[in-house]
């Protein structure tokens, strides 16, 4: 995705929990103090307040803390009941048995609107097999299965919303070829990743027990992770930096397009970091993710003799040799564990569904 793809600042989401006189109870969320619907849990579903070119990214917003929110609230009650139950004095001498267990709520699909070297000198260090660790118990309703997901169609909805803020602005942007902060940044990155989609995509396809993910939203900010690949060689959390017709230079700690520094290594760490935090959380896997940069559309990568080794950048090119001298880190049992855990939306919520 290009410099300029990530808006600034980031939004702050806040939620209220409303329940009186035995009412079902409610998920309201804000976003920058402004409410923007809640979170039906007698329904299951979103109602967005008012209506406006933002109802399709509210609603997604308010499906995905308020489903995550319902599966903690109820696993609370449930837990609640048994206590108090098992709590309780037995009568007439009566043993006191468990209560059923209360049913999770049915999961339900959100609705949706409308040639340098050979061999790149990074590589993550090589490890040894080991078996799939026993996976922890996942909730009845893990939400949206992110297999669906198409390469880059997070960030083009994005895209096409930022357009409607201002069509006529943005219509002129386009042809001009204004590439700031706005509809073209977005544009370009929609582009980046269905091109690095459809490379990654071919390159596995004759690559036996590999999968990839597109697009997966990790939190209630929108934040998401371009590509997620899983198989024998590891779990590679993947960047797209699309940089047309640019020079691109990894240097001993920044990344330089056209010559100014922006922190692509560093953020690329932070991603891979919070991915192989979800994905402990959910299978208990002993594997960390490796950061993976891949630069669309530059003139030119260069490199410092120097730069760093624990991020992966590469061009398109590279995508084949690079996977070819992947050493098998994991077995197949475990590449399984790992895909069906982070197939699922209920994996990356924060805890109990809320925003920090």
């Not at 069509?167 to 977005?186: C, H, I, K, Q």
């Not at 790992?338 to 805890?351: F, G, I, V």
């Amino acid at each position: 995705m290009s410099e300029d793809s990530r808006p600034e600042p980031t939004p702050r989401v806040t939620t209220t929990v409303w329940s009186r006189y035995g009412r079902p109870a409610r998920l309201y969320l804000k976003v920058d103090g402004v409410q923007i619907g809640y979170w039906d849990s007698a329904r299951q579903q979103a109602v967005v307040a008012g209506d406006s070119s933002d109802t399709g990214t509210h609603r997604r917003l308010i499906e995905t803390v308020g489903s995550g929110w319902q599966v903690k609230h109820e696993a609370e009650r449930a837990a609640k009941d048994r206590a108090q139950q098992l709590a309780a004095p037995a009568s007439h001498g009566t043993a006191v048995s468990a209560p059923a267990q209360r049913r999770a709520p049915e999961a339900r699909p959100p609705e949706m609107p409308s040639a340098p070297e050979a061999r790149p000198a990074s590589q993550p260090a090589r490890q040894t097999a080991v078996p799939a660790q026993p996976e922890p118990p996942q909730p009845a309703d893990r939400g949206r299965d992110m297999s669906s997901i198409k390469a880059g169609e997070t960030v083009g909805e994005v895209a096409r919303a930022t357009f409607r803020e201002a069509p006529l602005r943005n219509a002129v942007r386009r042809l001009l070829r204004n590439r700031d902060r706005g509809d073209w940044s977005w544009s370009q990155g929609e582009r980046g990743e269905k091109t690095v989609g459809r490379l990654l995509e071919r390159a596995i396809e004759a690559r036996r027990g590999w999968f990839v993910l597109h697009g997966i939203t990790r939190d209630a900010r929108g934040t998401d992770i371009d590509h997620l690949l899983i198989g024998p060689g590891g779990v590679f959390s993947i960047n797209t930096k699309h940089h047309e017709g640019k020079k691109v230079h990894v240097g001993r700690s920044k990344v330089f397009v056209s010559g100014v520094s922006v922190d692509y290594l560093k953020s690329a760490r932070t991603e891979a970091a919070a991915v192989t935090t979800a994905l402990r959380r959910a299978c208990r896997t002993p594997h960390a993710a490796t950061p993976v940069i891949i630069v669309v559309g530059a003139q030119r990568v260069g490199r410092d003799a120097g730069a760093p080794t624990d991020v992966v950048v590469l061009e398109p090119d590279h995508v084949r040799a690079w996977l070819d001298g992947l050493d098998d880190t994991l077995g197949p049992g475990e590449v399984e564990q790992l895909y069906n855990a982070a197939r699922w939306e209920s994996t990356w919520l924060p805890p109990g569904g809320r925003s920090s």
